[in-house]
């Protein structure tokens, strides 16, 4: 058991992380009109008040109904906001956005109320699933509102010469420390195994905008030879030329290309005569550090991501909307050197999304366990949009191939 003075640093801890976490939340709410908030910009994607109303939702059912057995005060929204009780074009019909924002005050009120008299140790994984959760959440409605603004993205940027997507690092022959259980790790991290990977390389950076460019120029859209059948297939079906936030600007050609689908990303590995990583080739290349035989939290070590090692968001999420070159970050580099690993871009790698040996599932099985069925790619890493509490190189993200509206871009392999 630990000491008092323990369950009160870690009470204070939650607080303190809750507080952050929601200052964002509401600084995004309150960017919003009402048009906005229940726009459902993409059938795969929920309306962004949808986001923001699960969010309180799964807060007092995990904390208040099920944790301090108390009775549901917004019984009229269970139906519209669990995960399974609505299919998505049925999510538009909203409360207003000061309706939410009542519902998420009220809710986050009595959530304090009872962390204040909680045996907080052992419900510590759960509180620290919620924190994520919302991070996660609000992720996903910046997704939406760049889908809401797009074809009109554009980013600013310095001119710079288009970096490496040529220069890989060799990674030797070896067992690394894959996955995580620490408290914050989530089902899909656990167990932490070892995982012995024969020599191989991958990219120093991710693949950039003007990188990618040179695919585009080259006819990759239009040449067969370098697409899977099932890409090809997407592709003539889909009628795309160009990733998704392809900019309108050149000096952005140093920054991580963005909005590509596995396929996409298949593809372009291909082209240069390269392969997309494995999970664990990208992991181990983010985060082992051989001196010290053991993983990384973060590719950079154990102190959290701040903005001298990453881009990602750390206060205010809505003017955080730009990647930022592919080379900016040097103290956010890997033991290995591999740099942006975290944060800018999430990246596709080559393996389905899948159990661990020993895996258990919590909160629930839908948060992970039904994602475990041979239809969706593992991506790692983090994107500008990501706070840091949702952060670290064993983190897993899954998407399906053809999913191209994530911030999504990716890096290659090879073997030797």
């Known amino acids: 058991m630990i000491s008092e003075l323990t369950k009160s640093s870690l009470r204070d ?3 303190r992380s809750f507080d952050k976490c929601r200052a964002q939340t509401l600084e995004l709410l309150d960017s919003l009109d009402e048009e906005t908030f229940c726009c459902q910009a993409h059938p795969d994607f929920s309306p962004v008040g949808w986001h923001l109303g699960h969010i309180a939702y799964t807060e007092s059912l995990w904390l208040l109904e099920r944790g301090a057995n108390q009775n549901c005060m917004f019984p009229q929204y269970r139906k519209l906001y669990a995960a399974d009780g609505l299919p998505k074009s049925e999510r538009v019909q909203l409360p207003t956005i000061e309706q939410t924002r009542y519902y998420l005050n009220t809710v986050r009120e009595k959530v304090l109320d009872y962390l204040k008299v909680v045996d907080i140790e052992p419900q510590e994984r759960l509180w620290r699933f919620l924190l994520q959760h919302e991070s996660q959440h ?3 409605a910046c997704i939406v509102l760049k889908l809401i603004n ?16 040529s220069e890989m690092i060799k990674i030797p022959a070896g067992e690394f420390e894959m996955g995580s259980n620490s408290a914050d790790a989530l089902d899909n991290e656990r167990a932490a195994h070892y995982v012995y990977l024969d020599t191989y390389f991958i990219d120093r950076y991710p693949i950039t905008v003007g990188k990618y460019r040179e695919f585009i120029e080259s006819g990759g859209y239009e040449n067969a030879q370098y697409w899977s059948n099932t890409g090809w297939a997407w592709l003539r079906s889909e009628q795309v030329k160009q990733p998704l936030y392809w900019p309108d600007v050149s000096h ?3 920054h991580p290309v963005m909005g590509v689908s596995y396929y996409e990303a298949e593809a372009y590995a291909k082209f240069v005569g390269k392969r997309l990583p494995t999970e ?4 181990k290349a983010a985060r082992w550090d051989v001196e010290a035989n053991r993983s990384r939290t973060y590719p950079w070590g154990e102190e959290e991501p701040s903005q001298e090692f990453c881009n990602c968001a750390f206060s205010n999420i809505i003017n955080t ?11 956010g580099q890997s033991a290995y050197g591999m740099y942006d690993a975290l944060g800018n871009v999430w990246e596709w790698t080559n393996s389905w999304f899948d159990a661990y040996q020993g895996f258990e599932h919590y909160p629930y099985p839908g948060y992970s366990q039904v994602y475990f069925d041979g239809k969706h790619k593992v991506l790692k890493g983090a994107s500008w949009a990501t706070r ?4 670290r190189a064993s983190f897993r993200n899954w998407y399906y191939p053809h999913i191209r509206q994530i911030f ?4 290659c392999a090879s073997s030797v």
């Open 408 to 411: 999504a871009g990716f890096r």
């Open 388 to 391: 840091p509490t949702a952060m």
């Open 138 to 140: 609000c992720e996903t």
């Open 321 to 331: 909307t730009q990647t930022t070159p592919v080379n900016a970050y040097p103290k």
């Open 13 to 15: 801890y939650f607080i």
């Open 150 to 165: 797009t074809p009109a993205w554009k980013q600013e940027g310095k001119l710079g010469r288009r970096w490496g997507a």
């Open 280 to 283: 664990a080739e990208w992991e």
């Open 252 to 254: 952005n050609d140093n």
